[in-house]
């Protein structure tokens, strides 16, 4: 069965995330019963098969300035699709996954949607694991 997971959107931060075509209605992280995971946001979207799924796990308390939008880290090559900055689903990559933002690709994807133990689950991880 394919599982659709919705963005969990501050309201409030919305103008930030148009920009990038993000439409709540349109844009999710999508569990595939083929085998595959898809994550839209706005222009931008990453697909992998969920073979490529090493682990998943939750992050919160993000700072404000940094956690709306889609963006690379600054630390590694990571990938965020974010709408709010209470907490998202962290997703890890055996083999990096390319994007429009780095063709060399990314070990990891954060995606803060609104079900976290519901995507955490559908990926193999622990909603439990800190």
């Given at each position: 069965?394919?599982?659709?997971?919705?963005?969990?959107?501050?309201?409030?931060?919305?103008?930030?995330?148009?920009?990038?075509?993000?439409?709540?209605?349109?844009?999710?992280?999508?569990?595939?019963?083929?085998?595959?995971?898809?994550?839209?946001?706005?222009?931008?979207?990453?697909?992998?098969?969920?073979?490529?799924?090493?682990?998943?796990?939750?992050?919160?308390h993000y700072r404000w300035w940094t956690a709306?939008?889609?963006?690379?880290?600054?630390?590694?090559?990571?990938?965020?699709?974010?709408?709010?900055?209470?907490?998202?689903?962290?997703?890890?990559?055996?083999?990096?996954?390319?994007?429009?933002?780095?063709?060399?690709?990314?070990?990891?994807?954060?995606?803060?949607?609104a079900d976290l133990d519901g995507l955490t689950?559908a990926l193999g991880g622990d909603p439990a694991?800190?």
């Amino acid at each position: 069965m394919t599982q659709r997971f919705d963005y969990a959107v501050d309201r409030a931060y919305l103008p930030l995330l148009l920009p990038f075509g993000f439409r709540s209605s349109k844009d999710a992280v999508t569990v595939s019963d083929d085998g595959t995971f898809l994550a839209t946001f706005g222009f931008l979207k990453l697909g992998t098969p969920l073979e490529n799924i090493t682990g998943a796990h939750i992050t919160r308390h993000y700072r404000w300035w940094t956690a709306f939008g889609a963006r690379g880290s600054m630390v590694d090559d990571g990938l965020s699709f974010g709408t709010n900055h209470d907490a998202g689903v962290c997703i890890h990559f055996a083999e990096k996954v390319p994007s429009p933002l780095r063709r060399k690709g990314h070990s990891a994807l954060t995606v803060t949607v609104a079900d976290l133990d519901g995507l955490t689950r559908a990926l193999g991880g622990d909603p439990a694991a800190p």
